[in-house]
């Protein structure tokens, strides 16, 4: 029997390395994209055709040539925030409902639930963890519980589900002594729950490995990015999900023996939004530069991220968890204009070097840098690797040879055009 193929792409660093974008790109190889994990709280941006779109839930293959799209168990998703953006996406020509499958096992997110992420973040204060407030941590601790309402629930006595749920969050926020008013919020929700009823909502993880049965191909699509995982990354400062490949393994049922290629995503530099270590990030003038020419500001919040140099001791480590077969770098662009490009090669904890990547980046943490000439050349018009300048050639080797792992593709601009894969 031929099997299909898995590939699993996702996000080596933070989180917003421009997963979005290179999805689209590789959509056209696959039958199948599917999102195995994550919420509303991630926006995947892609732009092309003079168009900019800002996905939170659907997948970012949803744009090309009539594929088949899942939004696998591993998800969280906000009904109201899913109707929103389907519709968006229907009122710009995009028609979902015979391409959108969505998982009746992914977890809903309640009202109340967004309620109780803002009690518990006002409960830790200085400690906060900088959440996006969507709700998505108490969506994925009621699910560990067992107290989860799933998408299924809503096909069979949604409304008494429903109540008991919201009745069990309001006794929390009670104890909790936390004012609140869903009342808009809800009315707004339960209409996205009869939205939600108008697709396909089915059980993925047969549907995913009957794909595989007929020989075709699926690409997962992660959300995040592994220093962000909850078992692997900057702890407590992670999401709630785990943003590694075996997450898509969970997050869709698929057997990791399926799994071939692991795409990991990483920018030329660093970023991270919301509070956590940062080990190589820069205070100065120049983060402030890297921030305003890569336009660093979230997709769904809004927020600053805060920018550093890249970092080769994270990145590592980051390959080794997900077993990634090949890199796409992204937002070289960014650094066109630059004297001097830093990389962070080893750390020095507490006075001893090191290299592999420590429990705790919290304190004691100094980068140790190695300089490398900058190629002071705008290269978003390019279209060949054949074009770039010997600098930019040489930090490519340079990345590859410390990260032991072939960059494939190079991105110099937010369009889908503006893409190079090297041979």
């Not at 994990?37 to 168009?51: C, K, M, R, S, V």
């Not at 109780?116 to 959440?131: H, P």
């Not at 009869?194 to 549907?207: A, I, T």
């Not at 049922?253 to 030329?268: F, L, Q």
Request: charged residues 25%.
């Amino acid at each position: 029997m031929n099997q299909g193929k898995v590939d699993v792409l996702l996000g080596l660093q933070w989180g917003d390395e421009g997963k979005g974008k290179v999805v689209d790109v590789l959509t056209p190889q696959y039958d199948v994209v599917a999102r195995f994990q994550g919420g509303p709280n991630a926006g995947h941006t892609l732009e092309f055709e003079g168009q900019k779109y800002v996905l939170r839930s659907i997948p970012s293959g949803i744009f090309q040539g009539g594929k088949v799209n899942i939004i696998g168990n591993g998800v969280v998703l906000a009904p109201d925030l899913f109707m929103d953006e389907a519709m968006a996406l229907e009122a710009s020509g995009h028609s979902l409902k015979e391409r959108l499958h969505i998982s009746k096992k992914a977890h809903l997110i309640m009202p109340t639930h967004r309620v109780l992420d803002a009690a518990y973040e006002a409960q830790k204060g200085k400690n906060k963890v900088g959440t996006t407030g969507k709700g998505i941590g108490p969506t994925y601790t009621d699910k560990v519980s067992r107290n989860g309402l799933r998408v299924g629930d809503i096909l069979d006595h949604f409304e008494e589900k429903y109540a008991a749920h919201k009745a069990r969050h309001e006794a929390i926020l009670k104890s909790l002594n936390f004012d609140y008013n869903i009342d808009e919020v809800e009315q707004k929700w339960l209409k996205g729950i009869d939205y939600l009823r108008q697709f396909h909502l089915v059980d993925s993880e047969h549907e995913i490995n009957q794909v595989l049965r007929a020989g075709k191909s699926i690409l997962c699509e992660g959300a995040q990015g592994t220093m962000l995982d909850v078992d692997f990354g900057s702890y407590p400062f992670v999401t709630s999900s785990n943003t590694i490949c075996a997450g898509a393994c969970t997050g869709l049922g698929i057997g990791p023996n399926k799994i071939g290629e692991v795409y990991g995503i990483m920018k030329a530099y660093c970023t991270r939004v919301g509070a956590g270590p940062f080990p190589t990030e820069l205070f100065d003038e120049t983060g402030k530069l890297i921030r305003d020419l890569g336009h660093e500001y979230g997709a769904v919040t809004g927020r600053e991220r805060r920018c550093g140099w890249i970092d080769l001791v994270a990145l590592r480590y980051s390959i080794m968890v997900n077993g990634v077969t090949q890199l796409i770098m992204m937002k070289s662009d960014v650094l066109d204009g630059f004297d001097t490009i830093k990389a962070c090669t080893a750390y020095k904890v507490n006075g001893v070097e090191t290299r592999d990547f420590p429990y705790d980046i919290e304190q004691g943490i100094e980068p140790i840098y190695e300089e490398l000439p900058g190629w002071k050349t705008d290269m978003t018009h390019f279209t060949t690797e054949e074009q770039f300048p010997k600098q930019f050639t040489d930090y490519i080797q340079f990345l590859e040879k410390e990260l032991e792992t072939p960059i494939k593709i190079i991105s110099i601009g937010p369009d889908r055009a503006q893409t190079i894969v090297r041979k």
